[in-house]
């Protein structure tokens, strides 16, 4: 800088004085403080700050976070803490030393992430008891990716109404060849890294004309300045680790499955990447999920772009180091994974965190992402959603040997694990230090993370340990698989009429090659505008093989229906095929004037019964809610009029059952006949028996007493965690409803219309006919 440009400039800001040789004599003072005020949090950090002679200061601040910087040559100083973290916790040294993107974690960020917001939803304040004390002359918000040297791993900054003071920063000395600067994301919400320079002036940096200012912040001579930092905390999706079944998982991964069908939303998303940084600004989408908004501390609902009903994850406020990792891009600080002359081998962010196949040449156009913290990996695998591809997948239905294990798997599916293992196993081999392995999918993605979870379970490189929830899944493997993978953990939720998990039928021709079925549906797959099972319904019968056949434990998210204003909805496991494969069997009658196929594929391919956004994540949601009810109030999670009502109609059932016995009996002469009523006969007797085996849990639901660990899971010996959750849960107007799928049903109305309701809307007293053949 020229001393005629330095006089202008300390006219301005020196009052006047101006300097024709460099002087020493100014003192500049500093505090580092929370969010409360309080500057213990930060006492004893070692700090460095350069004058504009590029002396280098250094000192630790004393107990109250205070430093000074004594006798420094005329103008600002920059102040900068990157000192490396040199504690011993196994958390932050595993990250520090970790043999894929080890972390440059300094000790000013363990500090920031055991401070805590002043506002509980991260907001900055504005009410800093520091900021008006008499001693303070400048006061300003900042972050710890502006005064440490490494950021890629840091969250993007936050909006605020006091950054530090740009214009003292433009004070400085050009950037001398021992510091080093990086351009980082223009954008942000105070213009980028420091706010130091406009458009025009960062257009002068990079063309070359101008060296940028070193990195620091900026601090004004003989003046008192007060840095609040903002907490390093992040929010994440509370997931129970425990193996067993709970409320709360079963509602926050059926957002995570949802989320499964949003692209990652990275830019730039090319290979390779030719940016020094990447964003994540696409919502919704997994990557701004995890990579953009949560570690801002910014609460998302929102997961699909046809979603208008809010329903908020439970977030737990962590460590920012402890949230949900999206893996940090830069190249100067990973040349040997993120330099874009690596070409196709370059990795990023989307290429590690997200598997979409739909341009690749061997394309089978499965979706999934995966992220992991220290406790768990998140795996979710997205379902049907495109026409051609996904339905010729979901239509394999040719069973194949399962390589990884024993029996036979649905060749679609198959294909799709096979595609998404490799994904996987990549990530694992860079991550995975024992954590639990949480997985879910739905429809077609419940089915391939099915096989998938078991592919890596029998994996004896990691043997990981794994818990899977699946959503409308249909079956992915014959009865020999299904026992081979018994100690797999699988919860599996099926929705009230979703005929999806009744395919493929176990009278399905597994053998068969599925071209000629193809072409005879292709006009009626045509009509649909979504793809699917519709494929699968004209099987035939499977002379050879083992059927297919469910894995996991059912439960069964059944709403009650009491009259046209009232409903609730209880979650059980009923074990009959008439309430189980209830869509299935509803769908596919076709004789005695009941509805023909085509209802099949109509409903099948509404928005209803199988859609995450319109009924899974509903029915979860008010599952949560009836059971945190349940707990509160100690009481079971049937009601005695549920009880009573559902007792009823099972009973009905059963009477309807046996005279359909009794009809087969009387009716059936010839030897053909003999044979189909000695088999509809067996079915029929083995139904009855599932019908009072599902009183039997009906009733021991009733007499169960809902537990903090039914309803949390791993949480459950964390009381006062739970509870700050909540506090932030019920803060959403929209958890507070009185939703008519969570609440206590009122007074019985009429006896008929809830039979009704269960028998799919055949009420007592009018015909009843049932195709045996229909419950499969």
């Excluded at 909006?159 to 050009?174: E, F, I, N, T, V």
């Excluded at 019985?748 to 007592?764: F, L, N, S």
């Amino acid at each position: 800088m020229s001393i005629k440009s330095l006089a202008v400039h300390d006219a301005i800001f020196m009052q006047g004085n101006i300097h024709a040789c460099p002087r020493r004599g100014h003192s500049t003072s500093f505090q580092l403080v929370d969010e409360f005020g309080d500057g213990k949090p930060y006492a004893g950090l070692a700090y460095e700050a350069i004058d504009y002679e590029d002396t280098v200061y250094q000192g630790k601040l004393d107990a109250t976070g205070s430093g000074k910087v004594a006798k420094h040559f005329c103008g600002p100083v920059v102040l900068k803490i990157n000192i490396a973290y040199q504690g011993e916790n196994d958390v932050y040294s595993e990250l520090t030393r970790r043999k894929h993107y080890p972390l440059p974690i300094t000790e000013l960020q363990v500090r920031a992430e055991k401070t805590r917001f002043f506002h509980k939803t991260g907001t900055r304040t504005q009410a800093n008891p520091a900021k008006d004390l008499p001693e303070t002359d400048v006061y300003c918000q900042v972050e710890v990716s502006e005064l440490v040297k490494h950021i890629a791993h840091l969250p993007p900054l936050a909006a605020r109404r006091d950054p530090p003071k740009r214009a003292a920063h433009k004070l400085m000395r050009s950037a001398a060849k021992s510091r080093d600067f990086t351009v980082v994301d223009k954008t942000a919400a105070d213009g980028g890294l420091h706010a130091i320079l406009s458009p025009a002036e960062m257009a002068t940096v990079e063309l070359g004309f101008s060296p940028p200012p070193p990195k620091g912040v900026a601090l004004l001579p003989n003046k008192h300045h007060v840095l609040e930092v903002r907490p390093m905390r992040a929010l994440r999706p509370m997931l129970s680790t425990a193996d067993a079944f709970c409320a709360l998982n079963l509602y926050q991964l059926s957002v995570m499955a949802t989320l499964s069908y949003t692209d990652f939303g990275q830019e730039p998303n090319t290979q390779p990447v030719q940016a020094d940084t990447v964003s994540f600004p696409v919502q919704p989408s997994s990557g701004n999920w995890f990579g953009h908004a949560l570690p801002q501390f910014d609460e998302l609902w929102k997961v699909d772009d046809s979603q208008t009903h809010k329903y908020y994850p439970l977030y737990e406020d962590v460590p920012y180091s402890k949230r949900l990792e999206v893996v940090p891009f830069d190249p100067n600080l990973y040349p040997e994974v993120n330099d874009p002359a690596l070409g196709e081998e370059q990795e990023h962010p989307a290429k590690l965190h997200c598997l979409d196949d739909r341009d690749k040449d061997n394309r089978t156009d499965t979706q999934a992402f995966i992220c992991h913290h220290d406790d768990l990996i998140l795996i979710s695998v997205r379902g049907t959603s495109e026409f051609w591809p996904d339905g010729l997948r979901d239509g394999d239905a040719y069973q194949v040997p399962f390589q990884q294990g024993e029996g036979k798997v649905h060749r679609g599916f198959y294909g799709a694990a096979l595609a998404a293992f490799p994904f996987i196993e990549t990530y694992l081999d860079k991550f995975y230090s024992g954590q639990k392995l949480l997985i879910t999918g739905h429809s077609l993605g419940g089915a391939v993370a099915l096989i998938l979870s078991e592919m890596l379970r029998r994996d004896k490189r990691f043997d990981p340990d794994i818990v899977l929830y699946t959503y409308g899944a249909p079956r992915a493997g014959d009865t020999t698989f299904i026992e081979s993978a018994k100690s797999l953990v699988h919860h599996r939720i099926v929705n009230q009429n979703d005929p999806v998990p009744s395919v493929p039928a176990t009278w399905m021709n597994t053998f068969a090659k599925p071209a000629p079925m193809y072409g005879a549906n292709a006009v009626v797959l045509g009509l649909i505008p979504v793809a699917g099972f519709g494929l699968l319904i004209w099987g035939i019968t499977n002379f050879f093989g083992d059927d297919y056949g469910h894995h996991g434990a059912l439960r069964h998210f059944m709403p009650v229906e009491f009259g046209k204003d009232h409903r609730s909805s209880i979650l059980w496991e009923p074990g009959c095929s008439t309430i189980i494969d209830h869509g299935c069997a509803k769908a596919l009658r076709a004789t005695n004037g009941l509805p023909e196929r085509g209802s099949f594929l109509r409903q099948l391919f509404s928005a209803g019964h199988h859609s995450m956004v319109d009924s899974y994540i509903p029915g979860c949601w008010a599952s949560l809610r009836r059971w945190q009810e349940a707990l509160q109030l100690k009481r079971s999670l049937v009601t005695n009029r549920e009880f009573e009502w559902i007792s009823s109609a099972l009973e009905n059932i059963q009477q309807q059952l046996r005279a359909v016995k009794r009809d087969l009996q009387n009716n059936h002469r010839s030897y053909v006949r003999e044979q189909e009523r000695a088999h509809k006969t067996l079915m029929l007797n083995q139904e009855i028996d599932k019908i009072s085996m599902t009183k039997a849990r009906l009733t021991a639901l009733r007499s169960q007493r809902v537990t903090e660990t039914d309803v949390y899971g791993s949480y459950a010996d964390q009381p006062e965690w739970v509870e700050e959750s909540l506090l932030r849960w019920n803060a959403h107007p929209e958890n507070l409803v009185q939703e008519q799928l969570a609440m206590i049903p009122p007074a019985a109305e009429d006896h008929d219309a809830a039979i009704a309701a269960m028998t799919g809307g055949h009420a007592v007293g009018a015909p009843f006919h049932l195709d045996i053949d229909s419950i499969v």
